[in-house]
């Protein structure tokens, strides 16, 4: 069974820069799998921030970006305001069109 | 902008069935892959299903292959899942969600599915 990790939980000072993390239990993340990040406060849908690794969602400020960092994705949030406190999820592309999301990272800015 | 709105969901019993609909305005619908996504309370995302744009390609999450079936009506511009054999665990808000370039570009705003006796 193909698990995707995330930090359960974060925080980040405010104005801080934050990084967070999205693996598998069995490989390597690669471009391969599509890495998106969502962002989702309570009683919200989702929101899309970035997709195919590195590109950012319409609207998605320049502070939040993606990448490949060793073995995982990630998400780095720099100059972190409060109202980036929020969860956020990944989602990996396994193939044969199956998607499988991360557990999800609160993220706490204090 | 793209609007989403999912319907049908409710009380279920567990054993029972369920069919959530999905309406799809201000974009070319049977042009995008359309996904179902779901929350259970208090959890994380899970992808549950998606379809091609002329519904013949289709993927279920592990969960769910098997009992649940999504499908769409490019006439209608809707999407569906039809639900059966309904378990606790089953219990979740699920989105409406169409996939464009890779990801999940816009999201309904989600419908209750809750299986009790």
């Known amino acids: 069974q193909t698990v995707v990790t995330q930090e359960p939980s974060l925080s980040v000072s405010p104005g801080g820069t934050v990084t967070l993390t999205c693996g598998l239990t069995s490989a390597s993340v690669s471009t391969s799998h599509y890495p998106n990040w969502y962002q989702q406060t309570p009683g919200q849908a989702p929101r899309p921030l970035i997709y195919k690794t590195n590109t950012r969602s319409s609207g998605v400020p320049d502070r939040f970006s993606g990448s490949i960092l060793g073995n995982k994705a990630a998400l780095t949030i720099t100059g972190a305001q409060a109202y980036d406190e929020s969860d956020y999820y990944c989602?990996?592309?396994?193939?044969?069109?199956?998607?499988?999301f991360g557990g999800g990272t609160k993220l706490t800015v204090l | 902008e793209v609007q989403l709105v999912e319907s049908g969901g409710g009380l279920v019993q567990p054993g029972g069935s369920l069919r959530l609909s999905c309406a799809a305005s201000r974009f070319t619908f049977s042009m995008d892959y359309m996904t179902w996504v779901r929350q259970a309370p208090g959890k994380g995302l899970e992808w549950v299903a998606s379809?091609?744009?002329?519904?013949?390609?289709?993927y279920y999450g592990g969960s769910v292959k098997g009992r649940f079936t999504i499908s769409r009506d490019n006439t209608k511009n809707s999407l569906y899942l039809q639900m059966d054999s309904l378990r606790a665990e089953d219990t979740a808000v699920f989105y409406c969600?169409?996939?464009?370039?890779?990801?999940?570009?816009?999201w309904g705003q989600g419908t209750l599915v809750t299986v009790s006796s």
């Open positions: 989602v990996l592309y396994m193939g044969s069109g199956i998607w499988v």
């Open positions: 379809i091609s744009e002329d519904g013949s390609e289709k």
């Open positions: 969600a169409r996939f464009y370039n890779s990801h999940i570009d816009y």
